[in-house]
Nanobody
Framework: QVQLDQFGGGSVQAGDSLRLSCVFSGMPFTDYNMAWFRQVLGREREFVAFISWGGSQRIYADSVEGRFTISRDNAEYTVYLQMNSLKPEDSGVYYC???????????????WGKGTQVTVYS
């Protein structure tokens, strides 16, 4: 079965950058589209960024467009989220997800990493 292991996160000052990584195993990596979601206490998990199996198609939430970049290295079975110009409202637990369907809908994702905390201070 698919397993996703996340790395990165931490606490930074507003305007700084972070990079998250998610390592995929258990199934052929190129069979899966990948995405990042984030969640804060008391709120729904929200979509952040999507990348297709080949890496050419990318979709971003309006709130992160122009600041975040999603990428993948299929040779290393890894998807990344580069986060620049971070804002306090970017704070939350970030989750890597995998799906065989081209979608940004959270309910279509059945394989998840365990999450990593990102905290941005003003």
């Amino acid at each position: 079965q698919v397993q996703l292991d996340q790395f990165g996160g931490g606490s930074v000052q507003a305007g700084d950058s972070l990079r998250l990584s998610c390592v995929f195993s258990g199934m052929p990596f190129t069979d899966y589209n990948m995405a990042w979601f984030r969640q804060v206490l008391g709120r729904e998990r929200e979509f952040v960024a999507f990348i297709s199996w080949g890496g050419s198609q990318r979709i971003y939430a309006d709130s992160v467009e122009g600041r975040f970049t999603i990428s993948r290295d299929n040779a290393e079975y890894t998807v990344y989220l580069q986060m620049n110009s971070l804002k306090p409202e970017d704070s939350g637990v970030y989750y890597c997800g995998a799906t065989r369907i081209r979608t940004t809908d959270v309910w279509q994702y059945v394989n998840w990493g365990k999450g990593t905390q990102v905290t941005v201070y003003s």
